[in-house]
């Protein structure tokens, strides 16, 4: 598998796949053609009907410019539901044509390409992981470290800065959020609530929320926030996270333990599956992040290895089959509330494993296969395209 220093990026929302994959695209190509001027680029599937509302545009004219950009948009059925091609001219000469993938969490792959990034981990299971680790003695973050090197602790202590920051800023912004919805944020509104007799239940759900609501708030704004695994389910695992260290006053080195844990989880998910709303739906984007966000509470619990992946399978098991059905393409109704309902869901699940877990069916690695093919299996009006579900409705409604 790959480094988590690759599934873990910072960038700007508010969907990896739809702004922050094309941007690193346009990069890629501004740099490898600097005596380059204009530029067509064709859009298909999932880019070209969402693409509006997930800034693809925009971000693909900001990083080219300031020369010109062409933009057509095409379905293709035979292509990757997140595909663009770049013409690239000096003048009237075509100087190239460049065909690359968006697959998810800001991936990208140039004309199909595999083997850009090196891989770090032998094992590509997590039944494997967990063998590897009861073998040799190791808890899940000894074997991240043992695997990535004593190093990868400065790059998750930045992540962890970064989600901390998406954070403070969701909750300090009010206002209306881009677009046409005219969504109103409610995080700070969530945060400050005053709730007569408020049990501590209701409050650890209330609290959760406005996390939550402010990392999935800046995202849709065009923030700058970590893929946790996507931009569309970023606030869940910093929700669930930072719930935690406020409560229980945990330090910042117990915090990016459970975050190594997390993208393990998620690692082991992109290896064996998709992280992509796209081609699985928002069960592999929503669904993944509240499997690493349950797998983080769990090892912040100090729950043993077999409670962890049981928390992480059981918040995958019920999110399968969720569809991505963003209302005109924006990245705002239903994923802001999605992404609470989720870090709630998250907690809940580790509190089941804690008591269930020496009675489970289902390995982590099945639900994945699982979640995979259900996710091929799901028509493709329900992945991310805005044509189906509640995207429908509501423009039925409205019209």
């Known amino acids: 598998m790959q480094s988590i220093r690759t599934f873990y990026k910072v960038g700007r929302g508010p969907s990896s796949s739809h702004t922050m994959g094309p941007y690193f695209a346009s990069l890629k190509i501004k740099n490898l053609y600097p005596e380059a001027n204009r530029y067509v680029v064709t859009v298909y599937n999932s880019l070209a009907l969402t693409g509006e509302g997930h800034l693809t545009y925009q971000v693909i004219q900001d990083t080219l410019a300031p020369h010109e950009v062409v933009?057509?948009?095409?379905?293709?059925?035979?292509?990757?539901?997140n595909t663009l091609m770049f013409e690239i001219y000096k003048d009237d000469s075509l100087i190239d044509t460049i065909n690359i993938k968006s697959i998810g969490g800001g991936e990208i792959l140039i004309n199909d390409a595999t083997n850009e990034i090196q891989t770090v981990y032998p094992h590509t299971t997590f039944s494997s992981i967990k063998a590897?680790?009861?073998?040799?003695?190791?808890s899940l973050y000894e074997y991240v470290k043992e695997m990535e090197g004593p190093e990868i602790d400065d790059f998750?202590?930045?992540?962890?800065?970064y989600?901390?920051?998406?954070?403070?800023s969701g909750l300090k912004h009010t206002g209306i959020l881009p677009g046409k919805l005219k969504v109103v944020r409610k995080a700070k509104e969530l945060l400050n609530k005053k709730i007569e007799d408020e049990t501590d239940d209701i409050m650890e759900n209330r609290l959760v929320s406005a996390y939550a609501f402010a990392v999935s708030e800046e995202n849709a704004a065009g923030g700058m926030i970590v893929t946790a695994p996507t931009c569309g389910a970023s606030g869940v695992l910093p929700a669930v996270l930072y719930y935690m260290y406020q409560k229980n006053r945990?330090?910042?080195k117990k915090i990016i333990k459970a975050l190594a844990v997390a993208a393990l989880f998620g690692n082991v998910i992109r290896q064996n599956a998709t992280i992509s709303g796209a081609v699985g739906g928002c069960q592999a984007e929503v669904g993944s992040a509240c499997?690493?966000?349950?797998a983080a509470h769990a090892s912040l619990s100090n729950m043993f290895i077999e409670q962890i992946e049981y928390a992480a399978e059981v918040a995958m098991e019920h999110h399968l089959g969720l569809t991505c059905d963003p209302i005109d393409g924006y990245v705002q109704i239903p994923c802001i509330e999605r992404n609470a309902v989720a870090a709630i869901r998250a907690i809940n699940a580790s509190r089941i494993a804690y008591f269930l877990s020496d009675s489970r069916k289902i390995s982590f690695d099945m639900i994945v296969e699982t979640m995979y093919q259900t996710g091929?299996?799901?028509?493709?009006?329900?992945?991310?395209?805005?044509?189906?579900?509640?995207?429908?409705?509501?423009?039925k409604t409205t019209q």
């Open 71 to 81: 933009f057509h948009s095409m379905i293709d059925v035979n292509k990757h539901p």
């Open 163 to 168: 989600m901390k920051e998406s954070i403070a």
């Open 291 to 294: 499997s690493m966000a349950a």
């Open 250 to 252: 945990l330090s910042d």
């Open 156 to 161: 998750l202590y930045s992540i962890w800065n």
């Open 132 to 138: 590897y680790c009861i073998t040799n003695g190791l």
């Open 376 to 395: 091929l299996d799901m028509h493709p009006k329900y992945k991310e395209t805005a044509e189906a579900g509640m995207a429908y409705f509501y423009k």
